[in-house]
């Protein structure tokens, strides 16, 4: 693993204050970093059982502050293994990616060419956040997912 996002890792569940400290100096140390194996792992890092979630929203920032098309590409690739212990937080960077238009429309058109195993898991997830605030996201949501037949 890349040594920032070791340290990141390490210190994901943001317990103590000094947890805290070590996770944004990580970060810190990431910013302006590009390498495709920052993007690639930096999902790993999400984690629902995080004890201060405005820290982690750092995070948030951070991916989110990448590329577009890299961003959305590694989100859509991490997918699969975020459900398991980031659901929540795999809700909110699609939650994200779904309230803005240039994103969904980009995140959808990736999304199409993606294999099958992630097409799945995206529709379970885009699906449970339609069910969940169906007047909000149920155009947003259909507009993604009519990409993925």
């Known amino acids: 693993m890349y040594p920032g996002i070791a340290q990141l890792y390490h210190n994901r569940l943001l317990r103590t204050e000094l947890e805290c400290e070590a996770f944004d100096l990580a970060l810190e140390g990431l910013a ?22 405005e820290v982690m929203f750092g995070l948030v920032h951070f991916v989110e502050s990448y590329q577009m098309e890299m961003y959305l590409t590694q989100l859509l690739e991490s997918l699969p293994d975020m459900l398991d212990n980031a659901r929540n ?41 339609r069910e969940d605030n169906p007047r909000l996201y149920e155009r947003k949501v259909n507009t993604v997912l009519a990409k993925l037949k």
Do not use: C
């Not at 302006?32 to 979630?53: L, R, Y």
């Open 32 to 53: 302006g970093d590009t390498e495709d194996v920052v993007i690639h792992q930096i999902f790993k890092v999400f984690d629902d059982d995080t004890e201060q979630e």
């Open 89 to 129: 937080w795999a809700i909110v960077l699609n939650q994200r990616i779904l309230d803005d238009d240039i994103s969904r429309k980009e995140y959808g058109d990736i999304a199409a060419g993606m294999a099958p195993r992630i097409k799945k898991s995206l529709a379970f997830l885009l699906e449970e956040i």
